[in-house]
């Protein structure tokens, strides 16, 4: 079954960097496009970016472009969000999910349990 596994949440202060990791495991990583969505508290949910399966074409959400990086490794089978310039609003437990083809213009198949991020002084 496919697996997909959030790390590296947890408290930053406004301004500063973080980076989350997502490992893929289960199925070929490297055929898949990937997206990142998170849910802030009482809210519902929010697609942040997208990244097709080579890892040369990405998308993100109007709210965090220009201060978040989505990348990929597909030799580990990893997934990452590079996050800067942080803010409160940015607060949220953020979910990797899996595309159900190479492109990131395919609906959402599987989920993550997801990685909370608290953006607090």
């Known amino acids: 079954e496919v697996q997909l596994v959030e790390s590296g949440g947890g408290l930053v202060q406004p301004g500063g960097s973080h980076r989350l990791s997502c490992a893929a495991s289960e199925f070929t990583f490297s055929s898949y496009a990937m997206s990142w969505v998170r849910q802030a508290p009482g809210k519902g949910l929010e697609w942040v970016s997208a990244?097709?399966?080579?890892?040369?074409?990405?998308n993100y959400a109007e709210s965090v472009k220009g201060r978040f990086t989505i990348s990929r490794d597909n030799a580990a089978n990893t997934l990452y969000l590079q996050m800067n310039s942080l803010k409160p609003e940015d607060t949220a437990l953020y979910y990797c999910?899996?595309?159900?083809?190479?492109?990131?213009?395919?609906?959402?198949?599987?989920w993550g349990k997801g990685t909370l991020v608290t953006v607090s002084s």
């Open positions: 999910a899996r595309r159900r083809g190479r492109d990131y213009y395919y609906a959402m198949d599987y």
């Open positions: 990244i097709n399966s080579a890892g040369v074409g990405t």
